[in-house]
Every structure is written in structure tokens, then in C-alpha cells.
């Protein structure tokens, strides 16, 4: 079974956060269409059980194919940890393939370490879950990784602007025992990390390379439409549509920052 290729691209977050990778899919994949689904009323992910979380992906991943999709892809780095099995599984009966954020990044990180010391920076969840730990040990490197648990992280992001002074120290705090090891690459292990990018590269210094989940999945993306053939055939610029769980002005007010593009019309789910 051979999905539409006039079909969008569907992917799924906890809420907003997923929308930095959405931008950079934009950027990447122009002429395609995407569905964004924010479960912004189960948000936040990252302290949820694995229990939960596999509870939430297959819901997600249902919705979204029933939409029609001939992509999925698990914007959520914890929901990747948890359930990521559970996503390809039910995707895979319709002939659709699944990207997620952890393989790529590692991947990335992997290939540009120069002393082998990565660090990661995620939510509880996606750290007690090790997927991380066993993607970058797959990369057949022997590299030394520090992994860092930010359980207060992402919602200070989603809901700390603007940015003051003890953002700034959470942040600083987070950094103290990546800078301890050493560390000269550093995988932001959640999708809303991105937002304080500068931050991290202020405290952690210039020569440390942060590694996002947008460039890694878009690369992917395009990857699999091309070798699928399952491109967007127009050559015109795609449409890109809005599903979300909790309260739509609030989604779209804080989505747009994170998009850094209008949102335009989200559906209450």
C-alpha cells in the first residue's frame, strides 16, 4: 500500500513545542503540505509515565492517519522514547513511514563530535527512557554521554515569555554538569529547547555545537518522499493546517512565536 502523494505530511507534539520543527519542514520541504496536531491539553509530556505516554501516541497516530497522511512524524522527544514502536506499528498498516526526533539527532551528533563527549539536554521522561543513550551507542563511536533531566524546562519555555533573570539561571543550572563534562556537542532533547538556544550557547560557549530536532527530521523527510517518490508533485507552495486538544487562542498566541510564521485557523479538537 503506496500512500497519496497529494497527501500532507501529519505530525504530532505535546503542544507547541513541535512547531520548531515544523518551521524548519517549511523551510526544507516548501511545496508540501503538512497537519499539525498540538495535544496541548495533555501537555506537559515529559513527566508522564511510559504507560501514558504509548496512550498518546497511539491516539495521536490514529487521528492523524484517519485525516489522511503520507508521512507521520513524532515531533515530541518523549513520546519518541515511550511509544515510538507503537507509532511505526500502526502507521506501517497504512503504508506509512514514521520519522521521529531521536535517530536523526544522534546521527548528527555522532557525526560531529570531534572529542566524543555528547552531551543531552531532555525532559525526565525521554531520559529515564534511554532512547538517546542506545541511539548514539548504535552510532558504533564509543562516545561518552551526559545526559541531563530538565523536568522544569519546557514549561517555563511555554510559558516564561519573556525570558527573565531566573529562566536564565534554571537554564545556567541545567549546563552545570555538561560543562563539567566537557562536552563539545549538545543534543537539545526536546523540541521547546530550541527558544533558548542563545542561552545555552552563551553558557556553554561558542565552540559547543548544538544539535535540533528540525534540520535532522526535515533531511529525513525529504529522504524518504524522495525514495518513495511520494514528493508533492505542484511545485507550488504547501498549505499547513492546525489541529489542537486544549484552548485554541492560546495555542495560536504562543504557537506563532515558536512557528515564527502566522498560524492561521487551529481546530479544536
Partial sequence: MT????????MFDSGVGGLTVLHECLVSLPTEDFLYLGDSANFPYGTKSPEELRELVVA????????????LVVACNSATSAGAEEARRIAGAHGVEVVTVIGPEAEIAAAITE???VGVLATPATVE??????????????LEVTEVAAPDLAPI?????????AVVDKVRSYCEPLRAASIDTLILGCTHYPLVAPMLQRI???DVRLVTAGHAIAASAQRILEA?????????????????TGDVESFRELGTRFLQMPLGPVERL
Avoid: V
Avoid at 157 to 163: E, L
Avoid at 228 to 244: D, I, T, V, W
Fill in 129 to 142: 527512557g534511554g532512547a538517546y543513550h542506545r541511539a548514539l551507542e548504535a552510532q558504533g563511536r564509543g
Fill in 3 to 10: 500512500p497519496d502523494r497529494s497527501l500532507p505530511i501529519a
Fill in 157 to 165: 519555555i511555554q510559558n516564561g515569555f519573556p525570558f527573565d533573570q
Fill in 204 to 206: 556553554l560557549g561558542r
Fill in 115 to 117: 572529542t566524543g563527549r
Fill in 228 to 244: 518513495g517518490s511520494l514528493e508533492a508533485g505542484s511545485g507550488e507552495e504547501g498549505e499547513y493546517r492546525f489541529l489542537c
Fill in 60 to 71: 495521536n497516530t490514529e487521528l492523524l492517519l484517519d485525516r489522511g497522511a503520507k508521512l
